[in-house]
């Protein structure tokens, strides 16, 4: 069997709360061997997406957060790829502000996925959005933070349904504790490692 893989494409659209749109490059990343795969995040060009797919077995579309950038096109490349969309419950107020159908399934805090006859962990890191999660990888030492652990700190607050305090906290309690050489691959821009975030992040 081959190993398991991380594929990676870059998407550019937009991104729209509380008003307000602005341009934005998100990161899709694809967890998977040659024969089957989970995608964390659809946003835009959906087409990008399926050409990284490359025929694989989906066995899920798993969204790190409800933002519409990270989801709008998560229910048609489920439709596609007969693949569930799962989705931690406590993002549905911003779910609901892009789709009119609720998600096939929920995330749950401690979760895990098998792909590749490798583990996936759900690790639930509310503060960016109420059901914000992470994944992490322990096979690759690798953690996809999505919108809650950037390069030089954490994820945006300044929005609806979010809460800088809790993101500190979460970031704290569930991303700190992992090995200082994990590698952190965001929503959005360059990779990082926990150890340097939490050098970041300092006594904050």
Not at 124 to 148: I, M, N, Q, R
Not at 149 to 158: N, V
Not at 165 to 191: E, M, W
Request: hydrophobic letters at 40%.
């Amino acid at each position: 069997m081959a190993a398991v893989r991380i594929d990676h494409a870059v998407t550019s659209g937009t991104f729209s709360l509380d008003g307000e749109t602005f341009d934005v490059d998100n990161n899709v990343w694809i967890i998977g061997d040659d024969t089957e795969c989970i995608v964390i995040d659809a946003p835009h060009d959906p087409l990008a997406i399926v050409r990284l797919i490359d025929g694989r077995d989906v066995k899920a579309v798993v969204c790190t957060h409800a933002h519409d950038d990270h989801v709008r096109w998560a229910p048609a490349l489920g439709r596609v790829t007969q693949a569930p969309v799962l989705l931690h419950p406590d993002d549905a107020v911003l779910w609901n502000l892009t789709h009119d159908t609720p998600p096939d399934g929920p995330l749950t805090d401690g979760q895990t996925l098998l792909i590749g006859g490798e583990t996936i962990q759900v690790l639930h890191t509310p503060g960016h959005a109420p059901g914000a999660v992470c994944l992490y990888l322990p096979s690759l030492g690798t953690v996809f933070t999505g919108d809650t652990l950037f390069q030089g700190g954490p994820g945006a607050t300044g929005r609806s349904y979010s809460d800088r305090d809790t993101l500190v906290a979460s970031i704290r309690a569930k991303l700190f504790p992992l090995p200082d050489d994990t590698v952190v691959k965001t929503g959005h821009g360059d990779d990082t490692t926990i150890g340097a975030e939490k050098e970041a992040l300092g006594n904050e």
